[in-house]
């Protein structure tokens, strides 16, 4: 199930690639996340019996969920979808685990940890590597692109949504969470679709274009998202986490399949750098071991 629900999130930055070459970003991210509302609260009324109805406070919290993570991390994803190769686009966002860690250190007063700063050196390293194509020094000359910058709200904006999302989910389930998150994200989009969309560019639209938001709002969102909490319920999240990794794993491949984007050595340097350095900085025991290791070895010596 994890395997799957990571490995479809992958595919959205392929459906990205075709819904918006019919509709403008926001437009796109409201279509599909206007898809999974209708689906999510029928799924969170069944799933939810004994709900808690949310204060001011709590809808305050939602509503930035959904600024955040819904909102302004759609519009930056699907700006890159138009704008950026997926390969580069995936493998950028990966770093989002090791930021997150970081920000929860910040914010939340979690304890920063040596795995923390190794893996987080280590991915936006990585990150650094796609986005110069291997040219480190370039950076220092030519600075980012204008798409860059993109991607890094993207980053930014969804590792916010998580360090919020650990205050919310101390009161109410990732199900509800995630539905109200998605209806705040929703009514924030509307005015941009209002404002760059007609009635005659949704009639206009491709059967390809709605192809791909139906499968995002669908599979993506809604199916991909009750599949993944039941992974974390049979296994639990830290072990859960560690699959999210499949995700620009799988849309590098898909990419490569389906849009001939090419793969060149940097990426896959920097994938690994990437992918390495997520590994590192979320898992607490990989140094303890051989420490651990290390201490028995010299006190039988």
């Known amino acids: 199930m994890l395997t799957f629900a990571t490995s479809t999130w992958g595919s959205a930055f392929i459906a990205g690639k075709f819904a918006v070459q019919s509709f403008e970003p926001a437009t796109v991210a409201f279509f599909r996340f206007f898809g999974a509302a209708i689906l999510l609260f029928p799924l969170m009324f069944v799933m939810e019996k004994n709900r808690q109805k949310p204060n001011l406070k709590d809808y305050g919290l939602f509503a930035v969920l959904g600024m955040t993570g819904i909102a302004l991390y759609n519009i930056f994803f699907f700006l890159a979808s138009k704008h950026a190769p997926v390969i580069k686009s995936s493998l950028f966002i990966a770093s989002n685990p090791v930021l997150i860690v970081l920000l929860s250190a910040l914010f939340l007063k979690e304890t920063i940890t040596r795995n923390n700063i190794i893996g987080l050196a280590i991915a936006l390293s990585g990150a650094f590597f796609i986005i110069t194509d291997g040219h480190l020094l370039s950076l220092f000359s030519l600075g980012f692109e204008p798409i860059d910058f993109v991607l890094m709200g993207a980053v930014i904006s969804w590792a916010l949504y998580s360090v919020v999302g650990k205050i919310v989910l101390k009161k109410f389930s990732s199900v509800e969470s995630t539905t109200y ?121």
Do not use: C
């Open 181 to 301: 998150a998605v209806a705040f994200g929703t009514l924030f989009l509307l005015p941009f679709v209002l404002a760059e969309t007609t009635w005659q560019d949704v009639q206009l639209a491709t059967g390809t274009t709605w192809v791909a938001i139906i499968h995002m709002s669908v599979l993506v969102t809604v199916v991909s998202f009750v599949m993944y909490y039941n992974g974390i319920k049979e296994i639990g999240a830290a072990k859960a986490s560690i699959f999210i990794n499949v995700m620009p794993v799988s849309a590098v491949i898909m990419a490569t399949l389906f849009l001939g984007e090419n793969f060149t050595a940097a990426h896959a340097i920097g994938a690994a750098l990437v992918l390495s350095g997520v590994y590192i900085g979320t898992n607490p025991r990989l140094f303890k071991k051989k420490q651990t290791a290390k201490i028995v070895k010299n006190e039988i010596a």
